[in-house]
């Protein structure tokens, strides 16, 4: 079967763990959309984020579904559309979390800016390619963000039994990492709003992740590849599993996808 879209999850997918995109998988991404599939990047990470880790042979090709669905953007169809949680409800979270946790890791992400009440240290910088704005704690609870994160702290629990049928709550980074969105947020959302726009079925497509965020995805898509790398209930649920994201894993599924199309074209 020839695919119309590839959607690629990053970290832990596309990137390996040293945060770059091998030459092979570049160099496969790129034969795949010359053959006219059409690559989608489905990604937690912000705008800025995703321009300083992908190349720009691969960023320029792409549409992109950020902060896991809260914002989707193809810059082909000059189509933006955000999903922010509204301030007020905002605020009780954050304040729940404060009541609950006073020293809590609390960052938003605001279209793009990433507000933060405290100053990191550089090997988060490092892993998260860019540096907050220190604000107040009131100045944060007036704001309507893209996504509320919570680092190294056992709170999601507590936030989905509470505030779990209002907001999408995602503990990734296996539990180390709660990220918490609009309810209308999600990456599967995304990817079929991108779709709808470009006329393609979502069975018509061909998905790869490695964590939790990423379910709905391999539930949507027609084909599913989890990486070697990924979490057992990903790997249970997909169509099939690669080799790991240090190990070319993207690549080595999309190389083959390309000489079974070559194939199939040369014996028609």
Known sequence: MKYKACIVDLDGTLLCSEKTVSERTC???LDVHRSGIKIMVATARPPRAVRKLLPEAIHRI???VYYNGALVVSPELTYSHHHAIEATLSKEVIEFCLLHEPNVDLSLEVE?????????????????????????????C??????????????AESLIQTYGSSLHI???DRG????????????????KKLCELYGIS???????????????????????????????????????????????GVA????????????TQAEG
């Open 202 to 248: 979502t069975e018509d497509t061909i998905c790869f992740g490695d964590d939790s965020n990423d379910i709905g995805m391999f539930q949507l898509c027609g084909r599913s590849v989890a990486m070697g790398n990924a979490i057992e209930e990903l790997k249970s649920i997909a169509t099939e599993v690669t080799a790991s994201n240090d190990e070319d």
């Open 252 to 263: 080595f599924v999309l190389e083959m996808m390309l000489q079974n199309n070559e194939r």
């Open 176 to 191: 180390m990492l709660t990220q918490i969105s609009s309810m209308q947020a999600s990456k599967e959302n995304g990817i």
């Open 62 to 64: 792409s549409s992109f």
């Open 170 to 172: 995602l503990a990734t």
């Open 27 to 29: 160099s496969a991404l």
């Open 142 to 155: 007036k704001m309507s963000p893209s996504k509320i994160i919570l680092a190294g702290t056992q709170l």
């Open 112 to 140: 793009d800016r990433w507000c933060s009440l405290k100053e990191y240290d550089e090997e988060v910088l490092k892993q998260v390619r860019g540096k907050p704005e220190v604000i107040s704690i009131a100045e944060l």
